[in-house]
């Protein structure tokens, strides 16, 4: 069972519907998906709304369980502790931050004040340091390593960490098209390419297993 706990539907910049994704990722082999459209303050409210609507038709109506919920995205650092607060009191039942990725401009300082709020996984995080590896080790917060293009380029990097400070490692596609979704070999390809050993692969899987499962139950 495939657990991929990052993706965007058209709520954001996603190519496909709620309904759209969820049936797509079954065929896959998914049994558990996070849609977690990107988000900052003037949409927020929308797009948890919409859905926790469709949640609710596609966890009664389809074998995948579907996790709503947000990717905070450009936001200032100062106030993702604010924007996950309010996340969470509009429904959000996964709230991911989109993490210092190498390929795009995020502020400086934001890896590490998401690390200091209520969030669930730190998105493709760029060039991690030690202090912030050492912080999601503490509190149990999931680290990414990334199934998208540029994104993945500091996979070895966060996989080396991982190795040395054992904080929560999840493998997301970070889907935007349906040829964004993976199967399980695929899935297993990218963790080992990411610097994994592949008797390690399983417990990739196991941090997703758990977090999911934590987080369906909220």
């Known amino acids: 069972m495939i657990i991929d706990l990052h993706t965007h539907t058209l709520l954001s910049d996603g190519d496909l519907l709620p309904s759209e994704l969820a049936r797509r990722a079954e065929e896959k082999g998914y049994g558990v998906i996070g849609m977690t459209d990107h988000a900052d303050f003037s949409n927020y409210e929308n797009v948890i709304k919409s859905l926790c609507r469709a949640a609710s038709h596609i966890n009664e109506t389809m074998r995948i369980k579907m996790i709503p919920g947000v990717e905070i995205t450009h936001v200032n650092p100062r106030e993702i502790p604010d924007l996950a607060r309010m996340a969470r009191q509009a429904g959000a039942k996964i709230v991911v931050v989109h993490g210092e990725t190498i390929v795009e401009p ?41 199934g998208r293009a540029g994104h993945s380029f500091s996979n070895g990097h966060i996989a080396r960490l991982w190795y040395e400070y054992g904080f929560p490692l999840v493998l997301n596609t970070d889907t935007h098209s349906p040829e964004n979704l993976v199967d399980e070999k695929f899935a297993a390809e990218l963790i080992i390419s990411a610097g994994v050993k592949p008797e390690d692969v399983q417990k990739v899987r196991d941090n997703s297993a758990a977090l999911a499962e934590k987080l369906l139950v909220k």
Do not use: F, W, Y
């Not at 209520?118 to 680290?143: C, F, N, V, W, Y």
């Open 106 to 146: 995020v502020e400086k300082g934001t890896n590490r004040k998401a690390l200091e709020s209520d969030i669930d996984i730190l998105a493709h995080p760029g060039m991690l340091d030690k202090q912030d590896a050492k912080t999601a080790a503490e509190r149990k917060i999931s680290i990414e390593i990334s």
